[in-house]
């Protein structure tokens, strides 16, 4: 089973920008994956983001501000999770998810982000 | 507006058997693939399982093979978990999540809000 890996934490504080990445296992290429990201705050279900293929191949959640962006970093094998303008309801547990062979999900470890 | 209703999660021993339910309101149930996700109290997301819209496609994870259960009921827009030979790390909140796409393959655009099933004797 694939695993992608998530730093267990990230800081950033108001108006700045977080980076959030999940890396691959070296034998997934993340050129060819759909990157899948989630947004849980305490006590609430998650909610999702946004996915990210490629520039041409991108969308966003319903309702999601545009602050929240996708890419990926193909020499670090990662999909990242941009968030600019940082505010303090953004504060959550972010979640990115891949189906690595049809009929098979994985969601990584999650990576709690702290707006000090 | 899409609600996801869980219910079914008690407190179980080890070795016993549960069923979840999951009842579906606000969208076309019978068009999309569904899944269960779980996660254990203050720990991560683990997908279960994903059922196609007419039934036909059904996978599991590695840890529920065998023991868990994912089936459908169009004409009650409810999904069922029956979890079978319960084990301590199967305790974890179940949330049922709606695919975006008749055979799955895409990204969860609504989850429940999750029902907890603890395991221990």
């Known amino acids: 089973q694939p695993v992608l890996t998530q730093p267990p934490s990230s800081f950033a504080s108001p108006g700045e920008s977080a980076r959030l990445t999940c890396t691959l296992p070296?034998?997934?290429?993340?050129?060819?994956?759909?990157i899948y990201w989630y947004q849980q705050k305490p006590g609430s279900p998650p909610r999702y983001l946004l996915y990210?293929?490629?520039?041409?191949?991108?969308?966003?959640g319903s309702g999601v501000p545009s602050r929240f962006s996708g890419s990926k970093d193909a020499s670090a094998n990662t999909g990242i999770l941009l968030i600019s303008g940082l505010q303090s309801e953004d504060e959550a547990d972010y979640y990115c998810?891949?189906?690595?062979?049809?009929?098979?999900?994985?969601f990584g470890g999650g990576t709690k982000l702290t707006v000090l | 507006e899409v609600q996801l209703v869980e219910s079914g999660g008690v407190v179980a021993q080890p070795g016993g058997s549960l069923r979840l339910s999951c009842e579906a309101s606000?969208?076309?149930?019978?068009?999309?693939?569904m899944h269960w996700v779980r996660q254990p109290p203050g720990k991560g997301l683990e997908w279960v399982s994903l059922i196609s819209w007419n039934g036909e496609k059904i996978h599991y994870t590695d840890s529920v093979k065998g023991r868990f259960t994912i089936s459908r009921d169009n004409s009650k827009n409810s999904l069922y978990l029956e979890m079978n030979r319960l084990r301590t790390e199967d305790t974890a909140f179940y949330y049922c999540?709606?695919?975006?796409?008749?055979?799955?393959?895409?990204?969860?655009?609504?989850w429940g809000q999750g029902t907890l099933v603890t395991v221990s004797s």
């Open positions: 606000g969208f076309r149930f019978e068009d999309y693939t």
């Open positions: 999540a709606k695919d975006l796409l008749r055979f799955g393959g895409s990204y969860f655009d609504s």
């Open positions: 998810m891949i189906w690595p062979r049809s009929g098979y999900v994985v």
């Open positions: 070296h034998d997934i290429n993340v050129g060819g994956y759909y």
């Open positions: 990210y293929y490629s520039d041409s191949e991108k969308g966003q």
